[in-house]
């Protein structure tokens, strides 16, 4: 059965912190005010998916305003997690669908994500409907 999807809410930060920890490969999340800066930030929404009652799946959509393309905003995705249990299932799918529908929704021109070299999901992404063809990703971090 294809899983429910919402916007998620302050209601749901406990919830959120636990399958945030099963995406995480550093410290663990525990601060529940950053969920709530996250979700209260215009233009950004915190898509979860829910086996029933139960947080199964999320990922996290910037829109972000642009100059080109007409003014056309660009989403950004981050933190796309499923959790062990529910993988293989149509959970990312189905959150993923959801971000897609908003961006275009919201008449954004591109949907960007990156993803890491160590967690395998390069083939997911290719297979929901990104490429690597057009850009590269590149990061530069703080410690």
């Not at 007409?70 to 989403?75: A, D, F, K, M, Q």
């Not at 890491?116 to 590149?138: L, T």
């Amino acid at each position: 059965m294809r899983p429910t999807v919402r916007a998620l809410t302050l209601a749901d930060t406990g919830t959120a912190l636990l399958l945030y920890d099963a995406l995480t490969l550093g410290p663990k999340t525990s601060d529940a005010g950053h969920f709530g800066r996250v979700i209260s930030h215009p233009g950004t929404t915190v898509f979860g998916a829910f086996a029933g009652s139960a947080l199964v799946g999320m990922a996290t959509l910037h829109l972000l305003p642009n100059v080109t393309w007409g003014g056309r905003p660009y989403g950004l995705v981050e933190n796309v997690v499923t959790h062990p249990d529910h993988r293989n299932q149509g959970v990312g799918r189905a959150v993923i669908d959801a971000i897609r529908d908003a961006a275009q929704s919201a008449h954004a021109y591109k949907l960007m994500l990156l993803t890491g070299r160590k967690r395998s999901a390069k083939g997911f992404y290719e297979a929901v409907g990104f490429s690597e063809e057009d850009k590269y990703g590149m990061v530069m971090r703080w410690s």
